[in-house]
């Protein structure tokens, strides 16, 4: 298989420190420059425009999957940088980035086996994933915006029994963006889905207090410490801090 130009380019964003993220979105557009250069008769411009994003965008979030989220910062600023420019099927693919490589079992109920070692590797990976996303919402300018990812912070709240932990991340990236969703009204999809995606007061008070319950259910400490995290950030969006 042919290396992608993609890749490289997010390579050394990620650990050369020198680089920039605008530098890094530089380096990009050069390499789809590269690529339509070289095109061959039988591909079409706007191919090797989108399979361009598409790999970008796909290996963007494969290097988050393995990137804490404290050392995320240089990765969504690029995403920033690049929605300033003009590159193809971004908004698009931006879209769906949440579902690249989607395994099931990143789903499964936490593992809380003392004698496991905890988070196991997959499930890391899920939660820098959500996190990755967790804070690209809170980024974003408004709600709804294309990088909005806050159905999955819908998703993760609504499961918070089973997966206390991805819930814990949502509410502490991006506890202020929950909370304007919930004050909001906010529905996902259609007035007549069943079940109906939406999240309002009612909601975010039921998700706080699952929250809590969780407290004692889940003695892991490291669970312990999330929970305790994105129970502060519960109080900060209330009073408005």
């Not at 130009?5 to 990009?28: F, G, M, R, T």
């Not at 996190?131 to 300018?141: D, G, I, K, N, S």
């Amino acid at each position: 298989m042919i290396p992608r130009p993609e890749y490289p380019v997010i390579d050394e964003l990620v650990q050369n420190p020198a680089v920039s993220p605008a530098e890094a979105v530089q380096n990009l557009l050069r390499a789809r420059e590269v690529l339509q250069l070289g095109r061959q008769e039988s591909e079409s411009a706007s191919d090797i425009d989108g399979n361009h994003t598409w790999y970008a965008m796909t290996e963007v979030v494969d290097t988050a999957n393995i990137t804490p989220a404290e050392l995320q910062d240089k990765l969504i600023d690029f995403i920033f940088e690049l929605h300033r420019t003009e590159v193809p099927y971004l908004s698009l693919y931006s879209t769906d980035c949440y579902h690249f490589n989607f395994k099931p079992e990143y789903a499964r109920q936490i593992d809380e086996d003392p004698q496991k070692e905890y988070p196991p590797s997959d499930l890391q990976e899920w939660e820098n994933r959500n996190a990755f996303m967790a804070h690209l919402t809170r980024r974003v300018e408004h709600l709804c915006h294309h990088l909005d990812a806050s159905l999955y912070a819908f998703y993760s709240c609504r499961s918070v029994e089973e997966a206390v932990r991805t819930a814990c991340i949502w509410y502490i990236y991006a506890g202020q963006r929950v909370w304007e969703n919930c004050q909001v009204g906010r529905l996902f999809g259609d007035e007549d889905q069943t079940p109906r995606r939406d999240m309002h007061m009612d909601r975010w008070c039921l998700w706080k207090d699952r929250l809590k319950t969780a407290q004692r259910e889940f003695p892991r400490e490291s669970t312990q410490e999330m929970i305790r995290k994105a129970l502060e950030e519960v109080e900060k969006a209330e009073h408005g801090k």
